[in-house]
């Protein structure tokens, strides 16, 4: 698809990206394809199409997977072009009152605690299967439980790490940490904390840096984002650190487009694209240092069990993280892991996408709990906390009682296992 407007633009109507879209996938419409969403924008650039409620309707139904990238043959960047769109998608849609109160909750931090307080409360006299039926309740993760069921189960959440920060470190890095991922998962990045310090890669304190931007940014409200992305440039340049290291793929993805974002800033420019360059998953930093694996054969305690491992899509499509996660499985649990299937395919979260858009959330997450089931598995690895939410909610929905875990939670309780 060659037009004169955009010569820029190598779509050759293909077809490739279909498959991997989850919205065509479900819907099976050509407007809600990656191609289609191309055809949409074109035209109202061209003021061909307005931009009235069918056309916002398709354009924010897309989930910024950006699995369509990875399939594409002629290097079509979709995902540049969708977010270049949402600012405008976000003036042209009325706001229904269920998305106005999410992002209210999302961001008050009484309002959060409270809803946390309540889902918990829910779980602990039994109401587990109700709450996770309860819209704006159901996402909201397990309450812990009280009893030892398997060794996985057997780990409580810490309040703190463990492990004491290493005498002499190869790397003195910053953990991003805060938003919602660390206030509904914050045993992901005390884990992590033990892992590089056990590592010798020394985690600081207090650096300074807070939301990376991506919610505000899928969102559309790409002034909210470029503040956020400023203030943690100048935190990150302030701070004298090696590295940023992320445990959310989509957090890792939007500081690693830093540079982009702030190309034009004549302050920050240079300083964006340094901190961009030297952001890493956590996996990576762990391959690329070359981290100590746990010798399985010292443990009186199970192993995991049959681990999964389903890949984060800005870890795959937009980092280009893929090994590395799986070499940090292997070396937990003993065994590779096996894929869970259809793993280009989007899980459903996408930042707040499966709050914004419910009935599509809940069925892409209900084919992924489908998947789990037919590989019978006791653990699901992905490496984004929001994954990890969505597929927690697809799992209790379907009956199923797969723990769902970050890889380096996995590489955490080996450790723990070995020391036994």
Known sequence: MHTDDDPGLPCVHCGLCLDTCPTYRVLGTEADSPRGRIYIMQGIKRGELALGSA??????????????????????????????????VRAAIRRKPWRRLVGYVASNDRMFTLGLGVAATMDRFGLHSLRRRIRG????????????????????????????????????????????????????????????????????????????????????????????????????????????????????????????LLRDDPELAEEARAMSDRTVDVTELLVEMGFDAPDLSRSSRQAPGKVVYHD????????????????????????????????????GSAGSYNLDHPKMGLALGARKAQLVAEKDAQVVAVGNVGCILQLERALAMAGHDARVLHPVELLAAAYERDTD
């Open 312 to 347: 984060a899509c800005h870890l795959l499509h937009a980092a280009g993280v893929e090994a590395e996660p799986r070499s940090v499985i292997e070396a937990a649990s003993g065994a590779p892991p096996i894929d869970l299937g259809e793993n280009n395919v989007c899980c």
């Open 137 to 260: 309740l159901d996402i909201f993760p397990r309450a812990p439980r009280t009893r030892r069921d398997g060794a996985l189960a057997e780990m409580p959440p810490r309040e703190r790490s463990r492990i004491a920060p290493p005498a002499e470190s190869k790397l003195d890095v910053a953990l991003l940490t805060g938003c919602v991922g660390d206030r509904l998962k914050p045993e992901i990045n005390r884990a992590a904390v033990e892992v590089l310090h056990r590592n010798d890669i020394r985690v600081a304190n207090d650096q300074g840096l807070g939301c990376c931007g991506a919610l505000a940014m899928h969102s559309g409200d790409e002034t909210a984002a470029r503040e956020d992305a400023k203030r943690n440039v100048r935190a990150f340049t302030r701070s004298g650190l090696d590295r940023v290291v992320t445990t959310a793929a989509g957090c890792g993805a939007m500081i690693k487009d830093y540079g982009r």
């Open 55 to 88: 056309a916002v309707s398709h354009l924010d139904g897309c989930l910024g997977c950006l699995a369509c990238e990875t399939a594409c043959p002629s290097g079509v960047s979709y995902g540049e072009r969708i977010e270049e769109f949402r600012p405008r």
